[in-house]
């Protein structure tokens, strides 16, 4: 019988096996995949595992998967299911010659599972923790474990969305998100609004209330751990209003290079005048 603490190591983590967990330690090199060496490490509670899986790998490899019960990880919640395989945290890769000890584990493991299929009330992985942030291709993103702020770039953002000027949520406003992964076209994290919410726009470059990727912007080791850990707060908060946070000040030099860029869009005749004296007046209040 496999003993508390013992340890399996295979290529970029190791598991711990304790008596009601799982510890997965995921390792810190080069070849490691950016998204493991993001979350360190992560205790998986048995019953939050279903099942357990050994197939043959690539290359003389045996992969040892413990398949999460549905509902139970925010992470993989997050993810939907977008992940490639190679960047999967519930996937350990052995050598062949080790298919043996991996077989005695996932046996051992089997054992002591009680969960089954059905999805789980709650969340029983603890989600990333923050503070988080990480800049999209419009906008940086950061979440204090209250709020989620969107602050939009200059360079990027839609007019829309400078027209509704920065944006703050309390996880108490929202009921979940929506993450497409950046490694697919019209990749985006949107934050989905309780009712009585406001129709959001279809394309997300459109909506205030999402951030979109692009080469190099909102990476999957950024991006999907921040989905993950807003997508828990808002299971644990209660609903209340939303409230308009107060405009925070700002840099002198940030406001001149926002107040340009409006002149830029009002003369393309992408902004009223009404809406250029609106928004610079708001932009000023801020200095």
Known sequence: MARMGDVLAGFHAAWEFESDSVLIRFERGIRTPKLFQALG?????????SAVTLTPGKRGTVVLRAVPRPGADPLMEAAAGQLK???????????ADRETLAEYYADELRGQLT???????RFLVKPPEGPLSFKAYDGKATFDGRTVSFRWFWTGASSAKWKAGDQSFPVSALCGVEWRSPEVLEGHLRLLRRDPAPAHPAQA?????????????GPVHESLPFAAAVLAATRSASPAPAVAAPAPHRDPADIADRIRHLGELHEAGLVTDEEFSVKKAELLAQL
């Not at 395989?85 to 050598?95: F, M, N, S, T």
């Not at 969960?115 to 009330?121: F, H, M, N, V």
Request: proline share 12%; hydrophobic share 40%; with cysteine.
């Open 205 to 217: 470059d459109q909506d205030p209330a999402a951030v979109v990727f692009g080469l190099g912007y």
């Open 85 to 95: 395989e190679g960047c999967d945290p519930y996937r350990l890769v052995l050598p």
């Open 115 to 121: 969960a089954d299929e059905e999805p789980a009330e």
């Open 41 to 49: 490490e992560r205790r998986i509670p048995l019953e939050a595992i």
